[in-house]
Each structure stands twice: as structure tokens, then as C-alpha cells.
């Protein structure tokens, strides 16, 4: 982890924390129209997805997004490792397979060497390399703060797109991954994070969501998203809002980022983690004795997170075999979808 570059000390905020809040977000896009929307146009901005998909034809519709922020961790080709597994996690996500990537270079050059840069482009190039594909393009400004990403362009077959607002009642939830990420990177700021947490941290959010694009094709499998800057509750909530269902989860279950539950125990924490908090706390039903450091592990943001996933109960054998085949060891069942109003129980 030793570097002369730091790259956190150039920014406000990191990974996907730097994310505008839910509420804030709501607020920016409740005036805006929704015009234009052919029928092609299988998922827009009406149900607050993971990306675009638009149909080509029969048997083909192009998944298109976008993600980008500013640095999580210091070292440089980490940060574009990071930064590009969570934007083709998007594609993934919808149920599609990426086939290129356009990258988003927003740097300080009167701050940052250029050796730097090329690293943060390097580690990029090296996750889409393990995803099959190429960068194809991009754009570069000159800006205050580090920002780099991807646009990132996949397929998919018009039947096996996954989206958040299809789940039903009795469905079972499956998390991908352990949470703790953003506890982590607020860690890794106090200098508190050691190498084997640190390990930890890389290690999840650089692992590509790659079983999104089989479950898609599994006919029980009815909605899917990934766990990022709105933490596990904010995303769920996203899924019961859709499909007007409640979930009911218990914390016991969750998969957790042994480190990050002992940060979170210590009262650490990031500052999105209680924006995230303060824009749905009216949507989530704690037990009366819930402890804090449990509260904010459900709102940590998550960046490159786990996919969620809303199937039904004689599909759940065959959902978590497809993530521990693919090195997911801490996918498991976490809660299930009920009839009711779009709340999130705890336990």
C-alpha cells in the first residue's frame, strides 16, 4: 500500500459514497419529463435501475451505463481496478454480457503526475481485460478532483433482462457479496486499515459480477440489482418500491466483511452512510434494541457491491451454486418478499 501518491487526499468523498443522496437525487429528477420513450426502449429511467437496455431486435438488446467517481483507496491502479469492475457490474446486473467500454478520465493535472494517470487507465484496462473486452474510447478534462470510470455497453436477449421491479411476494433474497466496503475506505482515510483489511477490501471490489449474466437466463430468477452507494437497505427499498412488495431480512444473516464489522463496532463510519439513512429511515422497521453499528452497516455504501437477487424458493439451490462455482463464497440467502406495503423489516 505504500505509495508517494494519495490519491484520497485529492477528494471529498469515495467510490460510490461520493453518491448523491436518494432523497437529494429524487428531488433533482421529480421535474423532469418522461418524453420520448419508444417502445424499444425496454428499461429508461422509470423504475431507477441499474442501466439503460434497448431492444435491436429479436434476439438482441444493448444494456448501456455509465459510472464514475473519485478515488476510494491511494493507490493508483487500484483505483482504476475498482472503478471499472463497478461499472461493468451495471451490465452484469441487468443480466448481460459487456462487450466494450468507453473510459471517463476527469484529472487534476497540476496536482497529479502522469505516471499516476497512466496507472489509474492501466488498472482499468486490466478489469476489462479480465471481462473479455476492449476500451474503445473515451473522453479526458482537466478537473480538481480525480474521476475516472467507464461507459460500459453490453448484450443481452430481450427475455433475460433482470430488473428491479419485477420480484414477487415469497420470493428469496440472495447477497453476492460481504458488505462493509465504504467502513473500510473511511478506515483506510484514519490510516486504521491494515494490510489484511486492506486486502480484503480490494479483493471484493475488484471481483466482477459475472454470475449476472447466467441467473438472468434462469426463469425463477425475477429481479436483480447490485448493493452500491445506497447501501443494502436503499437498493432493496429500491426493489419493494418497484415491485410493491416488502422484504424481511435478519441482520444475523448478512454477509459481513469480518474487519468492517469490527470498524463498525468502533463507531466508524462514512458520512454518506447517514445521508443514506436519512433519506428512507421512514421505509425501514428496526427491532426496538437494533444497535447503531448494525444500522449503519445496512446503509454502508457499497462500492463495486454484491447483486441482490429476488428468486424463487425452488430456484435458490441452483442461484447460489452458480455464485459459489464462480468464487462467490459469501453468497447466501439474506431475507424473502412479502405481500405489503414497499417497507424493510430487520431483525
Not at 100 to 129: H, N, R, T, W
Not at 149 to 159: C, E, M, N
Not at 186 to 205: C, F, H, N, W
Not at 209 to 216: E, H, I, Q
Request: charged share 20%; net charge negative.
Amino acid at each position: 500500500m505504500e505509495n508517494p501518491i494519495r490519491l484520497t487526499t485529492y477528494s471529498h468523498g469515495g467510490g460510490c459514497g461520493c453518491k448523491i443522496s436518494p432523497a437529494i437525487l429524487s428531488q433533482i429528477l421529480s421535474d423532469i419529463p418522461l418524453r420520448m420513450m419508444p417502445k424499444e426502449l425496454l428499461v429508461g429511467i422509470e423504475s431507477s435501475d441499474d442501466a439503460a437496455v434497448y431492444q435491436l431486435n429479436e434476439h438482441q438488446a444493448v444494456i448501456a451505463t455509465t459510472d464514475f467517481f473519485t478515488p476510494i483507496v491511494d493507490d493508483p491502479f487500484h483505483f482504476g481496478q475498482i472503478a471499472a469492475t463497478n461499472a461493468l457490474s451495471d451490465v452484469y446486473a441487468m443480466g448481460g454480457q459487456p462487450i466494450f467500454a468507453l473510459a471517463i478520465v476527469g484529472m487534476p493535472l497540476d496536482k497529479l503526475p502522469i505516471e499516476a494517470i497512466q496507472q489509474i487507465i492501466a488498472g482499468g484496462d486490466s478489469v476489462c481485460g479480465k471481462a473479455g473486452i476492449p476500451i474503445a474510447g473515451g473522453h479526458s478534462i482537466d478537473t480538481l478532483e480525480p474521476i475516472y470510470g467507464l461507459v460500459a455497453i453490453g448484450l443481452v436477449h430481450p427475455d433475460n433482462v433482470k430488473r428491479n421491479n419485477k420480484a414477487k411476494a415469497g420470493d428469496v433474497l440472495i447477497l453476492g457479496k460481504p458488505l462493509g466496503v465504504g467502513i473500510l475506505s473511511a478506515a483506510l482515510k484514519k490510516g486504521r486499515l491494515d494490510a489484511e483489511g486492506y486486502a480484503q477490501m480490494l479483493s471484493t471490489t475488484t471481483q466482477l459480477n459475472t454470475p449476472g449474466t447466467k441467473l438472468a437466463s434462469m426463469p425463477g430468477v425475477h429481479a436483480m440489482t447490485d448493493v452500491t452507494g445506497f447501501g443494502l437497505a436503499g437498493h432493496l427499498l429500491e426493489i419493494c418500491r418497484g415491485s410493491q412488495v416488502s422484504a424481511k431480512i435478519n441482520f444475523n444473516d448478512l454477509p459481513i466483511l469480518q474487519v468492517a464489522r469490527d470498524f463498525a463496532e468502533d463507531g466508524i463510519l462514512t458520512g454518506a452512510s447517514n445521508r443514506n439513512w436519512s433519506s428512507y429511515d421512514e421505509e425501514v422497521r428496526l427491532r426496538d434494541d437494533f444497535p447503531a453499528w448494525q444500522r449503519h452497516l445496512l446503509t454502508d455504501p457499497q462500492t463495486s457491491g454484491g447483486l441482490l437477487v429476488a428468486c424463487a424458493p425452488d430456484c435458490v439451490k441452483d442461484v447460489l451454486a452458480e455464485f459459489h462455482q464462480r468464487g462467490f463464497a459469501d453468497a447466501r440467502v439474506i431475507g424473502q418478499l412479502h405481500e405489503g406495503n414497499a417497507e424493510l423489516h430487520v431483525q
